[in-house]
């Protein structure tokens, strides 16, 4: 099962990874100073964009600057309501609260969760992600 977590969201409302149950998430880590992160980023609108409420996107960024993190979710027009600081004291060890739960030592890095909370892809393509929303549809 994906490991829960509580967090508060860009706009100051409480998150927790359980509250989602029922939905199809992307559990999405990134960081303002990854390029390939920010490479994906039009693609990832794409896609929300296509599938609406049926793919509820969770991104995690890490960072050590939050205004470089908030200024990049403008830039890149990210424009899903949960963004999630993941505050880090370095680029080059990815070690926030929420990452580090997760394991994840680079970035860009996803999880795709299921309706039950299950894992069920680790860095799914776009279309692997098209895929199961519409099975789970």
């Known amino acids: ?9 860009i706009d100051g409302q409480p998150f927790s990874l359980a509250d989602t149950r029922g939905e199809v998430v992307l559990l ?19 896609l929300k964009r296509e599938l609406g409420d049926q793919l509820r996107i969770i991104s995690v960024g890490i960072e050590q600057k939050e205004q470089n993190w908030r200024a990049a979710i403008v830039k890149d027009g990210l424009f899903w309501s949960d963004h999630i600081l993941d505050k880090s004291s370095s680029t080059k060890f990815l070690n926030g609260p929420i990452s580090d739960l997760y394991g994840v030592n680079e970035v860009p890095t996803s999880f795709l969760i299921d309706q039950e909370g299950k894992v069920v892809a680790t860095n799914p393509s776009f279309n692997i992600i098209r895929e199961f929303v519409a099975d789970a549809g």
């Open 1 to 9: 099962a994906a490991k829960d977590f509580s967090a508060t969201t």
């Open 28 to 46: 999405q880590f990134w960081g303002s100073w990854c390029g390939p992160c920010r490479v994906k980023h039009p693609g990832l609108v794409n």
